[in-house]
């Protein structure tokens, strides 16, 4: 009888090998995913990992700040003027603010010499209080013919539809807004005509699960291609034209750990560590970097300082009033009003430039291109790509270590004998570079790059994802734009996997033990149960000289 010839018998171990590796990629995915949902991993690694972004991020970001806005200067610099509750209680009224307090309001903001006043409320309601809105409207008319012009921003959302009603807002203010560059609001008019305010589009994306907070040029409502009739943004709205050319459509806030100037310290400080010793609460920061003033903090103050603190400022006029539900959570703050997420956005494009700001990661874009039905998210795409890493890498680096064999730099297979030199060898350049180059986003690399040295000083193994994940992480930093915390996650998720690829060659092991010690006497169920048990861990197992394997490979 003849034997079956080498081509289709190679084949045939190819497609059981393929069909194999795939098999242990979909195990591996499941059961990480499964790890994740039990310890809340995307939790864990989203709002954290935030928070120590932010600690990390804070010397290299006041030292921008610092240089855009120096000790005596706050030209555009923000301000935040927030009305409360408790303020509405103090001056004797109730909700929702009458129409002639934002006019008090407005006006000594003008006279302090504001910059720009963004005014962060929606005027939907036409509560009927025509006296009220009288004073509001005839105060804008002032400012608006004042010199030099104080640009006013009115908060709106999306787009106008056609013949719509201006975004619902009261038809006294509808009158007073300029026709926005898609047009579609009928009672907006050109600034010559009467147009006195400018509308911006307020919405704002809900953080995901990475607890990123990202900031669009056109706001979070709109769809591509209408975005371009829809208003810009508040932050996005104080630039020019060439500063918005420059800018990215989609930026990513940073957060700083550092409240603002006149803050309490004392209330506000909390260091890195509490996040390891009292939680993710304990961790967060209740005063945010921009500056604040609140409503009676304004009206209470003497017209010489809170001229020195208005004055040249770009104002962001909001509320933190509980039946808004304008809220929004911030991993390093918890919940803030609207009005900050605007206002932080802001500061962002002046401290890094429009070009220098984060943009938002290719990868990111495109698992949040993906549909929503498929229920993908930023961690899961990361296990995948951690499943294959653990189940390939270790094939591809056999292969490779043989290839060096063979050439004329086969000594280079010998590196792993010379490990015991990395941890010595890296500790004092990752000192040096930390020292050269006194980034936060440095250290963060660094941190991970001093993890992968001391991982592949105690596991040989592990020199090969030293190589491969330096590549990607390299390749991820500087062409995918993920940004040092998603490196850091990468290396995380891939610990996570291979931990499960242990557990289920130890299964694997244990299984081997029982279905070798099994008596020939033993009860048919369980001979069934064992058998079928170390059957399938024979497929997950990454073993190489598996005994059930070598019976495959014999057998074909």
């Known amino acids: 009888m003849h034997a079956a010839s080498p081509g289709p018998r190679r084949a045939s171990n190819a497609l059981r090998a393929a069909g194999r590796s795939l098999l242990r990629i979909g195990v591996l995915f499941l059961l990480a995913c ?29 030292h921008r700040r610092e240089a855009r806005w120096p000790a005596g200067q706050q030209v555009g610099k923000p301000l935040v003027v927030l009305l409360s509750e408790g303020d509405l209680a103090a001056l004797g009224y109730a909700y929702p603010p009458p129409y002639d307090l934002h006019a008090d309001l407005l006006r000594r903001l003008a006279e302090d010499g504001a910059q720009s006043i963004f005014i962060d409320f929606s005027f939907k309601d036409d509560r009927g209080d025509r006296e009220s809105m009288a004073v509001l409207e005839e105060q804008i008319d002032a400012l608006a013919v004042r010199q030099p012009p104080l640009p ?23 009158k007073r ?55 810009f943004s508040p932050a996005y709205a104080l630039l020019d ?36 010793t009292d939680g993710l609460e304990a961790a967060r920061l209740r005063c ?3 500056d604040v003033l609140t409503v009676t903090q304004l009206l209470d103050m003497e017209d010489a300082p809170r001229r020195a603190l ?32 605007h206002a932080m956005a802001y500061d962002n494009l002046m401290t890094y430039g429009p070009s220098g700001v984060k943009h938002q990661g290719a990868m990111i874009a495109w698992v949040q291109s993906l549909p929503a039905s498929w229920g993908v998210g930023f961690y899961d795409a990361m296990l995948v790509l951690s499943a294959i890493a653990v189940v390939l890498l270790p094939p591809l680096a056999r292969r490779l270590r043989a290839a060096t064999r063979r050439s004329g730099v086969w000594r280079l297979a010998r590196l792993a004998r010379l490990r015991w030199c990395l941890l010595p060898a890296g500790l004092p350049l990752l000192a040096i570079a930390l020292m050269a180059w006194p980034s936060a986003y440095a250290g963060v690399l660094a941190a991970a790059a001093l993890y992968l040295l001391i991982r592949a000083t105690f596991c040989p193994a592990y020199l ?41 060659d130890g299964w694997h092991r244990e299984a081997h033990r029982l279905r070798r010690g099994l008596p020939a006497v033993a009860p048919v169920l369980e001979r069934l149960v064992v058998g079928v048990t170390h059957a399938v861990l024979c497929r997950l197992t990454s073993r190489r000289r598996s005994p059930c394997l070598s019976r495959e490979s014999s057998s074909i």
């Open 464 to 504: 090969g994802f030293l190589l491969l994940g330096g590549l990607l992480s390299v390749a991820a930093y500087f062409w995918l734009d993920l940004g040092p915390i998603y490196v850091l996650t990468w290396i995380a998720m891939f610990e996570v996997v291979v931990m499960l690829q242990a557990a289920l």
């Open 288 to 290: 945010p970097l921009i």
């Open 34 to 62: 499964l790890v994740r949902e039990v310890a809340n991993l995307d939790k864990l690694l989203g709002n954290a990992s935030q928070i120590v972004a932010a600690h990390l991020v804070t010397p290299d970001y006041m």
């Open 241 to 276: 034209e060439a500063q918005r050319a420059a800018a990215p459509g989609t930026m990513e806030i940073v957060w700083v750990a550092e409240p603002s100037a006149a803050a309490e310290q004392k209330h506000c400080v909390r260091g890195l560590g509490s996040l390891f």
């Open 152 to 174: 006013l921003l009115l908060g709106v959302f999306g787009a106008p539809s056609e013949g719509s009603d201006c975004w619902g807002v009261v038809p006294g203010l509808a």
């Open 310 to 341: 208005v004055e040249g400022r770009a104002i962001f006029y909001g509320g933190r009033l509980e039946l808004s539900g304008d809220q929004w959570p911030v991993a390093l703050h918890g919940q803030l009003p609207g009005v900050f997420v």
């Open 177 to 231: 807004l300029l026709e926005p560059p898609g047009g579609g609001c009928r009672l907006a008019r050109a600034a010559e005509e009467g147009g006195r305010l400018l509308p911006v589009n307020i919405s704002l994306d809900w953080p995901g699960e990475d607890g990123v907070v990202l900031y669009r040029d056109h706001g979070a409502d709109c769809e591509r291609p209408e975005c371009t009739k829809a208003p």
